[in-house]
């Protein structure tokens, strides 16, 4: 795991996929329960990969 705690921002970065991409995986993940989102904010969220940080 290179990045257990990130931002859509650096997912974008990293992966070179498009923005509306990024920010879609990452809300699955979220109700799959497999990451975290820490910020509660609409935009610029930081997410966690809880069970990797455990």
Known sequence: M???VTTSRA???ATGLRHVT???V???L???GII???T???R???FSYTGYIS
């Open 2 to 4: 290179l990045r257990p």
């Open 11 to 13: 997912l974008e970065q």
């Open 22 to 24: 990024v920010n879609n």
């Open 26 to 28: 990452p809300d699955r």
């Open 30 to 32: 979220c109700a799959l």
């Open 36 to 38: 975290r989102e820490k």
């Open 40 to 42: 509660g904010a609409k």
């Open 44 to 46: 610029n969220r930081i």
